[in-house]
C-alpha cells in the first residue's frame, strides 16, 4: 500500500507542477471546488461516500477549527478508492447505476472550504494536498481514539497559517465554514435517508454542543404488494410516513444497458394519501429541481457534474428513458 500510495504521490506532484508552470493551477482548482450553487452541498457527498460503504450510521462534528465526519461503513478504503477520490474524472463507480457517486469530480467540492481533508479507513491513513496528492500519515498524524471500522474523514478549515505555495484560492475564514456547515446542518432534512438503502441514522453537533439527529426506521412492506414499502423518517419529535413504490428499469446509456430503480413516494396521514410540500426530483438525494407534484420521484437520472441538478430530458437519452418510467 505504502509504495503504491507513494508512487501515486509522485505522478500527481509532477502534475501540480505542470499545472503551476502553465498558470491552470488556481483555475482548476477553482472549479472543482465551486461545483455547486450551495458551497456546503459537499454534504450530500459525504453523504453519498458513506452510503456507498453501506454504513448504516454517520456522524457530523462541527468544531472551532474543522469538520470531522465518520461512518461505520462495511466498505473501507482500498488501493484504488485512495487513487479514484484524489483524481479527476476517473471515479471508479461512473458506470454503476446502483451507486450514487459516478462523475469522480463530488468530493473535489469539500476543497470550498478546506485545502488537506484528511482520510482514515481501513489501514489507510493519508491527507490530499494540491487537490490531487495523496500523502501517507504516520504516527501521531493517526487518530488514537478511531474505531475498528470506523472511516473518518476531516476537514481542517482554512488558516493565516497555511504556507502560501498550499494555497490554491482565496482563504474561508473558520468563523465563516462554521457558521455556513452549521447552518445547513440544521436544515438537513430527514428526507434525505428516504430513499437511501443503508444509512439509518445522521447525528450532528455543532461547536456550542446543539445537536440533533434524523432516523429512518427498517422499511415495512406493504401487503400484497412486493414492490411496495412503507418507510418512516424522523426528526426530532416530528415524523412522517411514506408510502414507496419501485420499479426495476434498464437504461440504454452510452451504447450498454443499465440496471436501475425508479421510486415514487406519496406522504400518508392518518391511513391516507396526502400531498406533500417541497418536493424536489431526488437522485438518491434532493436535487435543486422542483417538481410541485405533491410526492416525491426518484431515480438514478443523468446529473450535472455537480449532481445539485439533472441534465435536460431533451439533450440525454437516459434521462428520457426514466422520466417516460416514471
Not at 476517473?90 to 459516478?102: A, N, P
Not at 400531498?275 to 407534484?293: D, I, M, S, Y
Not at 410526492?295 to 446529473?303: E, H, M, N, R, S
Request: contains cysteine; aromatic residues 8%; glycine residues 6%.
Amino acid at each position: 500500500m505504502t509504495v503504491c500510495i507513494k508512487e501515486l504521490e509522485q505522478m500527481r506532484r509532477e502534475w501540480v507542477e505542470v499545472t503551476r508552470k502553465n498558470g491552470f493551477r488556481e483555475g482548476i482548482t477553482d472549479l472543482l471546488s465551486h461545483q455547486y450553487s450551495e458551497k456546503t452541498h459537499f454534504i450530500f457527498e459525504l453523504l453519498q461516500n458513506a452510503e456507498d460503504a453501506k454504513a448504516s450510521e454517520v456522524k457530523f462534528l462541527v468544531e472551532n477549527e474543522r469538520l470531522v465526519f465518520s461512518h461505520n461503513g462495511e466498505l473501507l478504503f482500498t488501493d484504488e478508492n485512495v487513487k479514484s477520490i484524489t483524481s479527476i474524472g476517473q471515479s471508479s463507480k461512473r458506470t454503476d447505476y446502483t451507486q450514487i457517486g459516478k462523475h469522480g469530480i463530488g468530493f473535489k467540492s469539500v476543497f470550498a472550504y478546506t485545502h488537506t481533508p484528511r482520510i482514515h479507513s481501513g489501514d489507510k491513513h493519508f491527507d490530499i494536498v494540491d487537490v490531487v496528492v495523496p500523502h501517507i500519515l504516520t504516527g501521531s498524524d493517526i487518530p488514537a481514539d478511531i474505531k475498528l471500522g470506523e472511516t473518518r474523514i476531516v476537514l481542517p478549515f482554512d488558516s493565516e497559517a497555511l504556507p502560501e505555495v498550499r494555497r490554491f484560492r482565496e482563504l474561508v475564514p473558520a468563523e465563516k465554514a462554521r457558521t455556513d456547515i452549521s447552518g445547513a446542518m440544521r436544515q438537513l432534512s430527514a428526507r434525505t435517508l428516504l430513499f437511501l438503502r443503508h444509512i439509518e441514522k445522521i447525528h450532528w453537533t455543532l461547536p456550542d454542543s446543539t445537536n440533533g439527529a434524523y432516523l429512518r426506521d427498517k422499511p415495512r412492506p406493504v401487503t400484497g404488494r412486493p414492490t411496495a414499502r412503507y418507510v418512516d423518517i424522523m426528526d426530532g419529535s416530528k415524523t412522517e410516513n411514506w408510502l414507496v413504490f419501485e420499479r426495476k428499469i434498464t437504461v440504454a446509456d452510452e451504447g450498454k444497458e443499465h440496471q436501475g430503480t425508479v421510486e415514487v413516494a406519496f406522504l400518508i396521514q392518518d391511513d391516507k394519501v396526502i400531498r406533500a410540500q417541497n418536493t424536489e426530483l431526488v437522485v438518491f438525494f434532493p436535487t435543486e429541481k422542483k417538481t410541485e407534484l405533491g410526492f416525491l420521484i426518484q431515480g438514478p437520472f443523468k446529473t450535472t457534474k455537480a449532481r445539485d441538478n439533472i441534465a435536460k430530458s431533451q439533450d440525454c437519452e437516459a434521462n428520457k428513458q426514466l422520466i417516460e418510467t416514471a
